[in-house]
């Protein structure tokens, strides 16, 4: 079945450094990709999306392309400030449900 | 406007006890959704609904009973509550066709 794996955490870095979290997966046929992010306390959010090969979503600094020859969705931030500290997921549209990565929990020190 | 909404946002009770959990979408979506974060923070699918009828329910004991009086509800009831059944759960809905899905604040449950 649909799977994601996802580098695992905890990951600690310092303001303005750069965020690198691997994310791969396995499906039959090109299914959608996304990260969500969940803040402390809150629910998750939609951070981005790709629906097809070579797509690149992009949103609030992170960006994240569909590679579909190495089956990956890295998710990338060039400069990360605290406000990025969360848990981030990443997940693969399926039939009528999301399946989920383990979750990255990122914390930023100023 | 809260685009899914969840109530009770906390919910403390003892083992054996049933309670539920609503959901409500005001984006005009016509498939819903249950999902389960354990304490490590994995999430899991529980049940989708498309259009007020059950699609998915992913092996979950029958204890727990979802019930949709329309597509803009998606409500969760548990009976005889366990311990296991100490988690946070979360409502979510999307578009048919569509894969991206808008997810609740979630309902933390504390089973004690």
């Known amino acids: 079945g649909d799977s994601v794996t996802q580098m695992e955490g905890p990951v600690t870095l310092s303001e303005e450094a750069f965020l690198t979290i691997n994310c791969t997966y396995t499906a039959t046929g090109y299914p959608s990709l996304f990260w969500y992010v969940q803040y402390p306390g809150e629910g998750l959010q939609l951070l981005l999306k790709a629906t097809k090969a070579d797509d690149k979503g992009s949103n609030k600094g992170f960006e994240a392309t569909y590679r579909k020859e190495t089956t990956s969705f890295h998710l990338e931030k060039g400069s990360v400030q605290v406000s990025d500290s969360a848990v981030y997921f990443c997940?693969?549209?399926?039939?009528?449900?999301?399946?989920f990565g383990a979750g990255t929990t990122v914390t930023v020190r100023a | 406007d809260t685009a899914v909404s969840q109530t009770p946002k906390y919910l403390v009770t003892q083992m054996g006890n049933d309670k539920s959990i609503k959901c409500e979408q005001n984006?005009?979506?016509?498939?819903m959704y249950w999902y389960k974060q354990d304490s490590k923070k994995f999430l899991k699918i529980m049940f989708s609904?498309?259009?007020?009828?059950?699609?998915i329910n992913e092996t979950v004991p029958n204890r727990f009973s979802p019930k949709s009086p329309d597509k803009a509800h998606l409500n969760l009831h548990i009976n005889s509550l366990e311990l296991g059944d100490s988690a946070v759960y979360f409502c979510a809905s999307s578009q048919v066709g569509q894969a991206e899905q808008y997810f609740g604040p979630g309902t933390r449950l504390t089973v004690t």
């Open positions: 997940a693969l549209g399926g039939d009528y449900k999301l399946s």
């Open positions: 609904y498309n259009n007020k009828e059950l699609i």
């Open positions: 984006l005009g979506h016509d498939t």
